[in-house]
């Protein structure tokens, strides 16, 4: 399979960060990463591949280098989550006929998206077994739910005005209809689970659409899916770790979730999460000594990958006509001078010669400067951990729709240079 085959597998194994945690976890330990566990102390040594899960929605992959201290860490770091629909902890509404799940929106998604999609529910459910609570992953791969639409007969603004949903009121999916027994979201989710109601204790369940992921376009230079931003950098992370060659760096592949809510929690990248997985990497390897981790941290590097705004032909002027990239165009390289991209002009350099060196194309982008930047987990680590970080990402466009876009070039040419900064390149 190519790439981009690879990375669609990937986008619809994982409809929540628990998937795609734990898909990159078997692709992982398929390719010789043995798996630590966060509460035992660690012992490393160079060449060891290891992964590390935090509460299943965040991961560390790491190969050790030869050098660990005095050639530091080469990090990549991305994100696991995407803005969808969670359903409520007591979701269920009745009325007129019907069942419905009441959803909270999970950041910031574009709701009018969600509507007449065929939706599956995907998480991670925590109910009592024989060895007290246990928690597992579920995904139901079959139309459970619906947002339906209004008729245009009943709301004749809709192609002026634009289809606004109170995320309220208007938002809960249809689930069923309303019959006398106990059609409960609990009773469903347990029996999809195989054990009783009443073990069933708590849930993050996320609906996603069915819809799988497809090249596209004329001659497939496309790659249409949900998800893009941010699973296609975490696979492009895991195909240059899996691929990279050891050399005296540690190469570093952290995954966090909860970025498109700010990243602040346990597992998110505004956490000690990477900060404190660096040093026991060393600690683990006997680099203990008080100078070994600021030492090791000067001479770390990390490329914060995080899809990027193409421009969009039909809204040219919502981009600075000098950095609108284009797909298939190669990765882009994301500055601010307000800080909200962690990129400085020395990091740019570093990113720009590792893309030359591999004779990949390397576009730029900045935001026009009367609109609000967004931000990525890249400004965070860098705040949090102090290492010298480029904020990339592969261009694409309807960030953050249920179903997004991207060029399907591009997603080789980043794992490439990804894996060539992995590779310690100078
Ligand atoms: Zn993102």
């Not at 299943?56 to 629909?85: E, I, K, Q, W």
């Not at 997004?404 to 040419?413: L, V």
Request: hydrophobic share 40%; with cysteine; net charge negative.
């Amino acid at each position: 399979m190519t790439p981009e085959e690879t990375l669609l597998a990937y986008i619809d194994a994982s409809p929540t960060p628990y998937h795609a945690v734990a898909e990159a976890r078997f692709r992982l330990v398929a390719e010789g990463f043995n798996e630590l566990r966060l509460d035992e102390p660690w012992s490393l040594g160079p060449g060891d591949k290891r992964f590390v899960s935090f509460d299943h929605g965040s991961f560390v992959a790491f190969v050790v280098g030869t050098d660990p201290v005095a050639a530091g860490f080469r990090v990549v770091g991305a994100h696991t989550d995407s803005p969808n629909l969670r359903v409520k902890p007591q979701p269920d509404l009745d009325g007129h006929g019907f069942r419905r799940l009441g959803l909270s929106p999970y950041g910031g998604l574009q709701v009018a998206t969600w509507v007449d999609r065929d939706l599956g529910i995907a998480g991670q459910a925590s109910f009592y077994g024989d060895s007290g609570v246990e928690h597992g992953l579920f995904k139901i791969d079959r139309p459970v739910c619906r947002i339906a639409t209004l008729a245009i007969h009943l709301n004749r603004e809709v192609n002026d005005k634009g289809l606004l949903l109170n995320k309220q009121k208007e938002l809960p999916a249809l689930f069923g209809l309303e019959t006398k027994d106990d059609g409960s979201f609990r009773r469903f989710l347990a029996a999809q689970l195989g054990i009783d109601k009443a073990a069933l204790i708590s849930w993050d369940a996320s609906l996603f659409d069915l819809c799988p992921s497809r090249l596209g376009g004329e001659d497939g230079e496309f790659i249409f899916a949900p998800r893009l931003d941010n699973l296609a950098s975490c696979h492009a992370g895991l195909l240059a770790l899996i691929a990279a060659q050891q050399t005296a760096s540690s190469a570093v592949l952290v995954c966090f979730d909860n970025e498109e809510v700010g990243s602040q929690s346990a597992r998110g990248a505004d956490s000690p999460l990477l900060s404190s997985t660096l040093r026991r990497i060393l600690d683990g390897c006997g680099h203990s000594a008080p100078q070994d981790f600021p030492v090791s941290l000067a001479n770390s590097l990390l490329v914060s990958a995080d899809m990027a705004h193409a421009g969009h032909p039909n809204f040219a002027d919502k981009h600075d006509p000098n950095h609108m990239p284009q797909l298939n165009k190669g990765p882009v390289i994301k500055s601010n001078v307000n800080q909200r991209y962690a990129t400085t002009s020395r990091t740019l350099a570093y990113f720009a010669r590792l893309c030359e060196k591999l004779e990949v194309p390397v576009q730029q982008f900045v935001n026009r400067s009367d609109l609000r930047c967004g931000s990525t987990i890249g400004p965070i680590s860098a705040g949090n951990v102090g290492i010298d970080t480029v904020d990339v990402g592969n261009p694409m466009l309807s960030m953050h729709s249920v179903r997004e876009m991207a060029g399907s070039q591009d997603h080789q040419a980043m794992a490439r240079v990804l894996r060539a900064h992995f590779e310690g390149s100078p």
